[in-house]
């Protein structure tokens, strides 16, 4: 291998040469002085050469010492040349990394940091480098401490292991995050820890995700749990998918004993019933359901039990399959206690006969049958203080102890204060049966019950009542669906019949009308000078034609109810349109706010003109006194939608029409047969769109049309 001697390096050895020797040179003659005579030149010659001999020596050591130097000089290049390569990589990986990592000192002081960390803290590096670290992460002025901000930087150097923590950080915006910190030791000379390098995650959304999918599960699962009924869920074909807790504990059987398993083959076979199999397997393919399916059945490690049986089709969303839920109400304790009320009054008149000598043993059974009961009895006063209750009386209420529930006060248990002032006024007339009132339980939520009240004096002459309360909550929200059901037949109808007489009318009466319209016509043709009288008159009557023209226009409309046909729209131009066929009275302004930037939407012009026309008379109508009408287009990205914002501030709608006013023939107005906003909803829906309302008497209304965008 050849190396180039550099110039430079030679002359740094030759130097170096002369610097080494120059000692030993000076010393030798030295020597050579002290024990030589001045005369004897020859000794002295030979330890001081001539200085040609000197400079060929020097030129000679010089060139050896520059090419070691030299080959020293080239190692040492390419070394540093490796390290700055290794450098740089080693700092894009540093600032690569998607965690942010900072080495800390002892003193809290940050040394370095990547990018990561500097976009999570919203820094830059001169800014970061050098800082304590508690006042980038926090803004405070000492370290962290507590549950929230708990750091183990001390207990990294002190034990020299790594160690992690979650830590609540502030972000670049200000807001708490949740990190979790890794800090891992960095040793030094003699295992000394000058430094710790921490790196830092962002936690924050799976934190919240953990939450979120923790508690929706746990609510779910304590609906279930907390239904009191058995329940249990099966496949289509008829296998225990899942059951609650309360099946569980009330047939006696484990989780294993039970899913998985044919219902016809749990226990001792009991619920292999031909009418039950029959019920069970027309669920899923015909959609049906039964109800209180009465059973008696001996089970195992339970006794005899009596159930009714109440089945119905679950759809799974998005699975495509079909479960059914068997729900399972015990009423054995109801069927012994109808079967012990009639035993005993089989023999009430020799209890009767016996009743001195029996008093204490009937009590006991009155009471057994009060504690057993299934339904709520309660004994209460006239003033609404509860002397007594049986278990499922506290039950009904959502009381755990008798003690507790008898310190409420009867009249705080109704849902409304005045069904206790109703109560009261019946209960004063004599017996009370199935009063249905709602009450409050414990927890404040609401329940029916069917309350039937006695009264009987105390041997002090105190007035009591003695009420029993059945719940009826789930007979009064199936009689609440078959109302609406019954309603949802009622108008549709109704509106059927509308739409037939509307056709039928409508066309019988443009043939008049358009004859009135032509009289009139001829009639301001012929005569040329009318009298103001004569002129009056016939204006009323263009005037009323007109007005007879819209109402036949409207009914014809919601009769045919024709589907929109769809073009390119400019909403602006529909609305600026519609504003210019109203006719504005001088103390009315209508003010408008259009967004030129609108997007163009899909709709039928003819129908839209329509609706804005009606709303744009309708508010107009609606301020006799005078006011302002402002008008507004707006995109709303949220619901990818374009609205049109109707506001007045007119009369305004009382509160209880408000739902009554989109239904045909319904009008608060003294003209027209109020058709215009049921034919504006079902334009507007037709288009795919909604139309919502608001209002408050004596401040005005606010009509809301929303159109959906179109789609690209």
């Not at 708990?150 to 790594?162: A, P, W, Y």
């Not at 495509?320 to 009320?341: C, P, S, V, Y």
């Amino acid at each position: 291998m050849r190396f180039k001697i550099p110039f430079t390096a030679s002359l740094i050895g030759a130097l170096t040469g002369y610097l080494i020797l120059s000692p030993f040179t000076m010393y030798v003659s030295h020597v050579v002085h002290r024990y030589q005579s001045p005369t004897d030149m020859s000794v002295y010659k030979v330890f001081l050469p001539e200085f040609w001999q000197w400079a060929v020596f020097f030129v000679i050591f010089g060139s050896i010492a520059g090419l070691v130097i030299g080959m020293l000089y080239k190692s040492i290049r390419e070394r540093t040349s490796e390290i700055r390569e290794t450098k740089n990589y080693m700092e894009m990986l540093f600032n690569s990394v998607a965690d942010g990592i900072i080495t800390i000192d002892r003193q809290y002081r940050i040394k370095n940091a990547n990018k990561a960390f500097l976009d999570m803290t919203g820094s830059t590096r001169n800014k970061v480098i050098g800082e304590y670290c508690y006042k980038v992460f926090h803004r405070k002025d000492k370290p962290c401490s507590g549950a929230e901000y708990s750091c183990h930087l001390n207990d990294v150097f002190e034990s020299g292991k790594s160690m992690t923590a979650v830590h609540t950080h502030q972000d670049r915006k200000g807001n708490l995050i949740l990190t979790e910190i890794t800090w891992h030791p960095l040793k030094g000379k003699e295992d000394q820890i000058p430094q710790t390098v921490a790196i830092i995650r962002d936690i924050t959304m799976r934190k919240k995700n953990e939450a979120d999918l923790k508690a929706a599960l746990a609510y779910a699962e304590s609906i279930v749990e907390t239904i009191h009924e058995p329940l249990i869920v099966l496949n289509a074909d008829f296998r225990v998918v899942s059951a609650n807790r309360a099946f569980y504990e009330t047939f006696m059987v484990a989780p294993e004993e039970t899913e998985n398993k044919l219902i016809y083959e749990l226990g001792n076979r009991q619920w292999d019933i031909p009418e039950l199999r029959r019920l069970l397997e027309d669920i899923i393919p015909q959609n049906t359901s039964f109800n209180d399916f009465e059973v008696t059945y001996n089970l195992p490690n339970v006794g005899t039990k009596t159930l009714l049986l109440n089945a119905r089709r679950i759809r799974q969303k998005g699975k495509g399959t079909d479960m059914i839920l068997l729900a399972i109400d015990d009423i054995t304790e109801r069927k012994q206690l109808e079967q012990k009320i009639k035993d005993y009054t089989l023999n009430l008149e020799n209890m009767i006969e016996e009743r001195t000598k029996e008093l204490k043993e009937s009590e006991k059974k009155l009471r057994n049958i009060m504690e057993s009961a299934p339904i709520g009895i309660v004994v209460s006063t006239p003033e609404g203080e509860i002397i007594e209750a049986n278990p499922a009386m506290l039950k009904m209420f959502g009381y755990d102890t008798k003690e507790e529930f008898l310190t409420q006060r009867a009249p705080d248990c109704y849902y409304n204060p005045k069904d206790r002032e109703r109560f009261i006024g019946l209960i004063e007339k004599g017996i009370v049966r199935d009063f249905e009132v709602q009450f409050k339980r414990k927890d404040g939520s609401i329940f029916w019950g069917a309350m039937s009240s006695i009264t009987q004096m105390t041997k002090t002459g105190k007035t009591q009542f003695i009420n029993t309360i059945q719940d009826i909550t789930k007979r009064k929200q199936a009689e609440q669906l078959a109302r609406e059901a019954q309603e949802g037949r009622i108008r549709a109808e109704r509106l059927a019949a509308i739409g037939k007489l509307s056709s039928a009318v409508g066309h019988e009466l443009r043939n008049p009308i358009g004859a009135i319209n032509n009289s009139i016509y001829f009639l301001k043709m012929v005569l040329k000078e009318p009298s103001e009288k004569v002129k009056k008159h016939l204006d009323m009557i263009e005037e009323q034609v007109k007005l007879s023209n819209e109402i036949i226009t409207d009914m014809l409309e919601f009769a045919r109810g024709r589907e929109p046909v769809m073009g390119d729209i400019d909403i602006n131009n529909v609305l600026k349109e519609s504003i210019a066929q109203a006719t504005v009275a001088e103390n009315i302004e209508i003010k408008t706010n259009l967004d030129p930037s609108a997007p163009i939407i899909k709709g039928d012009r003819t129908q839209l003109t329509r609706v804005f026309n009606n709303l744009i008379s309708n508010a107009l109508d609606a301020m006799p006194q005078g006011g302002m009408l402002s008008i507004t287009i707006r995109a709303n990205p949220k619901d990818a939608s374009l609205e049109a914002v109707f506001e007045d501030n007119g009369t305004g709608i009382a509160k209880e029409n408000l739902n009554k006013i989109f239904e045909p023939l319904f009008s608060t107005k003294t003209k027209g047969i109020g058709l215009g906003l049921s034919i504006c909803k079902m334009f507007v829906e037709k288009h795919g769109g909604t139309i919502e309302v608001s209002s408050e008497i004596g401040k005005g209304s606010t009509f809301t049309v929303k159109l959906p965008l179109k789609k690209a």
